[in-house]
């Protein structure tokens, strides 16, 4: 239900992230904006402890009158509280927190263009993968359709596609969800008792957040940093957050796009175990690498008693609805039973569908790759021409570009782009401990024309942004909408 | 997560259910004997406070010490428990509770024959309903695949089809789920706040009854009376628990097969509205009407503020994993952001699959209602003939015969048929309070012949509970196994 975040940041870690370029002057002005920004990107989440005054000083070698003079810029501007006696603690203030709306699919029967579920249509090859199905519809039909683990030719099919990868699997290890959100729901359910914590790199996949917050848990940031994990910050989270749980998208992470190399995967899954921390790693993105380059190793390979979930939604088509659960044998029973309270199971019909795309669906795979890398370097191209202050960096895989802003404007872009028919996730939707208003996630798996109309939109909406007061946003009835 | 029983009985109310027959000498033991198999069968759930001796004395036109005698044999036996200047509450002793395994479709694997899931083969027009759907495919392909309300389709179909049984609906009302069970968790998690209680039927369906326990709030039994739902009786329970949530499922009750009439509708309407609880309908049986008769007016009807749920699983088959929430409008937008966060959506060539039956399928629902009615009238002689001591009433719709045993027996006879190879569910595991040693929920899904061995099967178990001590039965390593 809350949100707990890293407890304290030290004066070496926060000088880390302060001191790119010289600060200007005023200096303590400079130094408050630069901790602000780290609050808004959720760099330093919402109740992280920073260091003294006087550790501060010491640390940036500057006087401690300067750095009393930011602290007390960024408390008159809420962005830090003091506690008598403890300390001063990061904040955010609420309205930048709290989205304006929900924006998504359900709001595009208007005309807008919904950029907030990272999913396109069904590539060419899936009409034929439900034909190879029906031939054996019969079959499913002679049965009673209930599957509580899963059909057995799609656990199969699993088993070899883990196995080739570098993670030895049998087909008992598997249970087969309505997607992959479904089996996080399933696995924090079975997992989890009340009062236990979970770690989740913030920015996070939205819908996890919203899945895991459903929980009677505490849920708690490790601050992805921009160049990806770093196992000695990792490390700290999880020795100050002790979570039950560590949820962690090492393959395209969604929303950033960051993929862990292969060196770091060993160090990060060791991280986890000493914390005494069960790894949940979401593979929902893992087939979607863009540029090529060597596979990577399952991250749940060098952790043995780590959960993996994954999905054909991304990989294939959304509409299948089938992802799944990878565990140690140990577990499998109790997710099994766990899951026959929540549902009873995925269409069967689909499973098989999926099975028949594991094993004889590279060219669909191929062509997904292929239409997706197009898509996004059509999209980046887009962005580079239209917002020269917009930043990005061009992810190796996934679905997404997550663009940093020049302005924490993102909630307020949001809401303008619904005026001009655009339906965007503003950033703070992706941030576990608050901040996000400096970074929009923007999906490329539209076709190349809606793109160009969704950012020739973007680039009124942006307009409107530059000229309106923050206060001038215009209120309206909020689209029912929803990310994915 | 606990649950909470009907706080107290009258000396009257317990008078009415123990004096059918005359009372038999020694009169202490006879009485005591009735209460405990109230107790044993649900009808006094654990936890009740029961009428202190004078008051049942002077009910009864009995002597104070033969109640005295009477209570003291219950407090012996387990089954009453004395709380010191509180009075004397029904119990059920522990190890009578808990159902020795889990029997179900996982176990078949084995040969043996599955009596678990209230679900068979799909009829014979479902082939034809998905080679329906299968020429609207490139329709379904084209989008994302996410629906989190429900394809267009599907819910203008539902919505006609709620209309015409006279409870008005438009599309809008409407959520599709990955089926009932599912929409039962969706409406929980979305409608209920830690603390909440809920009431249901005892005996009601048992992944009902795991669902709510997953969620914190504390689950309540109503006993249903064998002959149906008792308004006056309800209306007692209703002020004593004061649910916030009342879980009804008043279309051939699983696991009774109770069917509830068209007078009691508004007085059982009336009393959970007066008590200021909303009424949760589970209609998933709705459909299966086997012996004619007028249809009855959705309960919802008779309250405004009702969700209704549903499924495509019993009338068609369980396979297509559809179902759904009726709602009224200002609880669709939540609904649906709830359900967002546990599954994005049911398939959607499913999705299609069943709006083609809900316009085009009257066949095939004729077809599965002349196909069960078969079933059940063969599965009822078949036990006639073997069990004389078995007893139950036919009912006039459903999935499955709900048999009294002349034993405490159910548990038992559950491992032992496992022995020999049929996988039925105790009684217990429909009982919210506790109870249901005396039942077992045998449903007539499977074809004549398979019932036919599943019948002789359960001879031989039956015999083996007759021979056997209680403490004989042999343990073994419990087959996972799933209800539905």
């Not at 696995?187 to 996070?204: N, Q, S, W």
């Amino acid at each position: 239900m809350t949100s707990m975040a890293l407890r304290s940041i030290s004066a070496a870690q926060l000088r880390e992230r302060l001191v790119g370029t010289p600060l200007t002057t005023p200096v303590y002005a400079d130094l408050a904006e630069r901790v602000r920004l780290l609050v808004v990107d959720g760099r330093l989440g919402g109740g992280v402890r920073l260091p003294s005054e006087r550790e501060l000083a010491e640390s940036l070698s500057l006087s401690r009158s300067t750095i009393a003079a930011a602290y007390e810029a960024l408390r008159t501007a809420g962005y830090l509280q003091a506690r008598r006696g403890a300390g001063n603690f990061a904040t955010i203030p609420h309205a930048r927190v709290v989205s304006t709306h929900l924006p998504g699919p359900l709001g595009e029967e208007d005309g807008s263009i919904g950029m907030t579920c990272a999913s396109g249509s069904a590539p060419a090859g899936l009409a034929a993968a439900y034909a190879g199905a029906a031939a054996r519809l019969p079959e499913l039909l002679a049965s009673t359709g209930y599957l509580p683990d899963g059909l057995l030719d799609l656990r199969v099919a699993l088993a070899g596609w883990f196995t080739a990868r570098g993670l030895p699997t049998d087909p008992g290890q598997l249970v087969v969800t309505n997607g992959a959100l479904s089996a996080l729901n399933v696995v924090a359910r079975c997992l989890l008792v009340p009062g236990d914590r979970v770690l989740a790199e913030t920015p996070t996949y939205s819908n996890a957040i919203e899945a895991l917050r459903a929980q009677p848990i505490r849920l708690a940031g490790y601050p992805l940093p921009a160049s990806g994990w770093d196992p000695v910050e990792l490390e700290q989270t999880l020795g100050q957050v002790r979570p039950a749980l560590s949820y962690l998208v090492p393959d395209f992470h969604n929303p950033t796009g960051a993929w862990m190399s292969e060196e770091l995967r060993p160090q990060v899954a060791g991280a986890v175990r000493r914390a005494g921390s069960r790894l949940l790693v979401d593979e929902t993105l893992v087939e979607l690498a863009l540029d090529g380059g060597a596979p990577r190793t399952p991250l749940a390979a060098y952790a043995p008693g780590a959960v993996t979930i994954g999905s054909a939604s991304k990989a294939f088509w959304s509409g299948l609805r089938i992802g799944w659960i990878r565990a140690p044998h140990d577990l499998v029973r109790p997710l099994i039973e766990t899951r026959a309270a929540m549902d009873l199971g995925a269409a069967p019909f689909e499973q098989l569908v999926v099975a028949g795309l594991l094993t004889d669906g590279a060219h669909v795979l191929a062509e997904q790759r292929t239409r997706l890398r197009r898509q996004r370097d059509h999209l980046a191209g887009r962005l580079r021409a239209t917002f020269p202050t917009w930043t990005f960096t061009v992810p190796a895989g996934g679905l997404t570009l997550w663009v940093q802003l020049p302005d924490e404007a993102s909630s307020r872009l949001a809401g303008l782009a619904h005026d001009h028919g655009v339906l965007v996730t503003p950033g703070p939707r992706f941030h576990v401990d608050g901040g996000g208003e400096r970074h929009l996630r923007l999906p490329f798996t539209a076709g190349e024309a809606v793109l160009t109309e969704a950012v020739r939109r973007l680039e009124h909406a942006w307009a409107d942004v530059q000229t309106r007061r923050p206060g001038g946003v215009r209120r309206r009835s909020d689209p029912l909408a929803l990310s994915a």
